[in-house]
């Protein structure tokens, strides 16, 4: 199975600031997904994207998120207006099919200051 | 809702040791279980998964049976080595009548650690 890349790995950002992740597509996975691990605690589902679009998202993934895949390019996490509890490790993770194991990138390190 | 429950860690044991984490779930119908591992600075990596009663998910020397009756989703390895120190996640994966577009829920976690 290709390996699912994630940039950037770490991200430093200042509270109130705005970040984008990014996940590299491949062409034959139509499912992808966002989770977050905040330190020490449960990786949390964030929302799932399907035929660009959301196809469900959790509690957590309120207005100052959002994802898109304009044009079959990166898939990407947006945060609007950061907050201290953003800190996390966030995941993507892409299968071929939704009843398909997900496959997940290495992770990019949130650190909001 | 669904839930993911796997024993406190952390699990230290010496190589060649036998290992058994536990996990047990809570969901409705059918879900597909998985076993994740993450090695240290590294994502999450699938080790083995089952999509029904009684599957026996293996890879690399890990199992896990898929126990209905008890709800249960155990990994197991019968002679550990210290590459196999890592965190190890149970995870489910339930579609709800097609409406649920598998996500994951996860367990909290379980760190190995062996020593030589």
């Known amino acids: 199975e290709p390996e699912v890349t994630q940039t950037p790995s770490h991200q430093v950002t200042q509270m109130g600031q705005e970040v984008i992740l990014r996940c590299v597509p491949i062409?034959?996975?139509?499912?992808f997904y966002w989770y977050r691990q905040i330190l020490g605690q449960k990786v949390e589902f964030l929302v799932s994207?399907?035929?660009?679009?959301?196809?469900?998202k959790s509690e957590i993934f309120d207005d100052q998120f959002s994802v898109e895949r304009p044009d079959g390019s990166n898939f990407t996490l947006k945060i609007r207006s950061t907050k201290l509890e953003d800190s996390a490790m966030y995941f993507c993770?892409?299968?071929?099919?939704?009843?398909?194991?997900?496959?997940f990138g290495d992770g990019t390190r949130l650190s909001i200051l | 809702g669904n839930s993911v429950t796997q024993m406190e860690g952390p699990v230290t044991l010496s190589e060649e040791a036998f290992l058994t984490i536990n996990c047990t779930y809570t969901?409705?119908?059918?879900?597909?279980l998985f076993w994740y591992v993450q090695y240290p600075g590294e994502g999450l990596q699938l080790l083995l998964k089952?999509?029904?009663?009684?599957d026996k998910g293996s890879n690399k020397g890990f199992e896990a049976t898929y126990r209905k009756e008890t709800t249960s989703f155990h990994l197991e390895k019968g002679s550990v080595q210290v590459s196999d120190s890592a965190v190890y996640f149970c995870?489910?994966?339930?579609?709800?009548?097609?409406?649920?577009?598998?996500?994951?829920?996860f367990g909290q976690g379980t760190i190995l650690t062996v020593h030589p």
């Open positions: 995870a489910l994966s339930h579609l709800a009548g097609g409406t649920s577009y598998g996500k994951l829920t």
């Open positions: 993770a892409r299968s071929t099919g939704s009843n398909q194991p997900q496959h």
């Open positions: 062409s034959n996975h139509l499912y």
């Open positions: 089952a999509t029904k009663a009684d």
């Open positions: 969901a409705t119908g059918y879900p597909s």
């Open positions: 994207f399907y035929n660009n679009e959301i196809s469900e």
